[in-house]
């Protein structure tokens, strides 16, 4: 797996009500921003209806929680003159208590009505962002069974699986918070202002110079943090892949004394993270003692004005509480609006990373009169073939082949001589440049690709079986396989003792890796795939690679009965395996060079008989 996706970390992004602002971790910025912004818009404009309703709720439910403190000013207000009244034997002087009655029930159904309205965005806001990310989830989806497996070849799996899993949930998130939190961030700094306005003047400006003075501190520190997150991030990638590498392969490790200088070299990625962590933690740590020292100086001096002035009468005593409650909410929205631009590039580089997905080059269509159906006997055309995996370098030139139905075809020759690359012709996975492969006489590109692969069964060198019983990964090979079929192509497979001997038979679950069965009882299981699906061609990718001798004459004898009466296609390395092949291409450097029968090859002396002495001489030595 690719660093890039072990290091990439998802922002907090949940809803801060309290405490103060906090530092955002290091974000991804996007190439074009503005493009991939206006296009994920795109995605949010058939559910504006429900984000006005959204947006609405938001600013209810804040507009609501910021009258609350100017209430209780009141309260504060009436009891405090009711009380100086009293002290000073005012007739009729005393608390009233039916109005501070009515400001509480107004207090609570203010309270309510906010919770609700709250309430109301968020379940609206989690609703429009899992249907858009559902959408999107769609369409990469369908894209990723669309794409040729050119774009698999060139890319890590791992950024693959980012795109998919991380960039999405990174979407997601920041869709059903963000979008919320900014809405609520900019009512808030607005509403308070004007209700701090409306209180006092000067107030206001004494809170508001103290607003510079914050921000400098933010930016100062956020500066030098986001380095050291960023050196954080980095160390924390290399000691992860490290540690996968170690433990991966610590047979090896072992084997070689390489503990040693693992532990060393653990011991140094561990204490560059160590110095990075405490810098990062330490700094961003630090801005909340900061950022509380200038409040508390403004506090002092909101204090002290107001005294001032509640003494003169210019201001009522209950409304400088509500001043106090007001400018304590004033920095919260500000600084969180910064950490909001940050997820937002965040989210616009997940974004942009999706459409790149998005955008890449598809298959080339079908054609429309392409057959859907297609039941062939086996015979197989490759008429001057040319291709390359890229127009600069030619790998396969003017290849002509005519294998009859029933025959098998050994394919040989050294490593990158495009044995494998037939097969990736056979299947479409690649299109050829120049000439054309039939079969049964109809050009390959006229048949649909589903329709196509349904032709071949394929048993390769590095099996495949999922998470699940022994029962369907057998039946993958074939949609509902009855149990009857099951077995039989496990007895076919030479496989069935063996699984009935497991204590769940059957019903034995495969872990994610396959790691609770040999190589052998793996490439078994996936013959008996191949026998239940009966193509009427076959592909065998060096089947019986990495097994003992034993497990190798099982392999043999059920890939014999497997081949019976199909068209075979046998890549091989070993030539012991093919000797009774009906026809041995010899492949170099993309060209056919001989093809015939074993004792015609050895005959020619060729490369084929090189090869064949090579291996044999080395057999015999050994």
Known sequence: MSSRYKERKTPDLGPRRGGGPHLALPVEKARDFKGSFARLLQHLRPHLPALALVFCAAILGTVFTILSPRLIGQVTTIIFTGVVEKMKQVPGAGIDFPRIGKILLLLVALYLASSLFRYLEFFVMARVSQRIVSELRNRVRAKLTRLPLKYYDSRPHGDILSRVTNDMDLISSSLQHSVIQITEALVTIIGILIMMLTINGWLTLITLV???????????????????????????????????????????????????????????????????????????????????????????????????????????????????????????????????????????????????????????????????????????????????????????????????????????????????????????????KGGRITIDGVDIREIKRDALRKCFGMVLQDTWLFNGTIKDNIAYGRENATTGEIIRAAEAAQVDHFIRTLPQGYDTVINQDASNLSQGQKQLITIARAILADPPILILDEATSNVDTRTEILIQRATARLMQGRTSFVIAHRLSTIRAADLIVVMNKGEVVEQGTHTELLAQGGLYAEIYKSQFSTTQAG
């Open 210 to 432: 103290t607003l510079p003075l914050s921000f400098f501190v933010t930016t100062l520190i956020a500066r030098h943090s986001q380095k050291q997150f960023a050196a954080q991030q980095r160390e924390l990638g290399a000691l992860n892949g490290h540690v996968e590498e170690m433990y991966g392969g610590h047979l090896i490790v072992k084997a070689f004394n390489y503990e040693k200088q693992s532990l060393n070299r653990f011991k140094a990625i561990n204490q560059r993270l160590y110095e990075a962590g405490w810098k990062a933690q330490f700094m961003s740590g630090i801005i909340m003692p900061l950022l509380g020292f200038i409040s508390n100086i403004g506090y002092v001096l909101i204090a002290i004005v107001g005294s001032i002035f509640v003494t003169q009468g210019r201001i009522a005593l209950g409304d400088v509480q509500a001043f106090f409650q007001y400018s304590r909410q004033f920095s919260h929205p500000i600084v969180q609006t910064a950490n909001i631009a940050n997820i937002l590039q965040s989210t616009i580089a997940a974004a942009e990373r999706v459409f790149e997905l998005l955008d890449e080059g598809e298959e080339v269509a079908d054609t429309k009169g392409a057959l859907a159906d297609f039941a062939p006997r086996g015979d197989v055309a490759f008429e001057g073939v040319y291709f390359g995996y890229s127009d600069d370098n030619i790998l396969i030139k003017d290849l002509n082949l005519n294998i009859r139905a029933g025959q098998t075809v050994a394919i040989v020759g050294p490593t990158g001589a495009g044995k494998t690359t037939l097969v990736n012709l056979l299947l479409r996975f690649y299109d050829v």
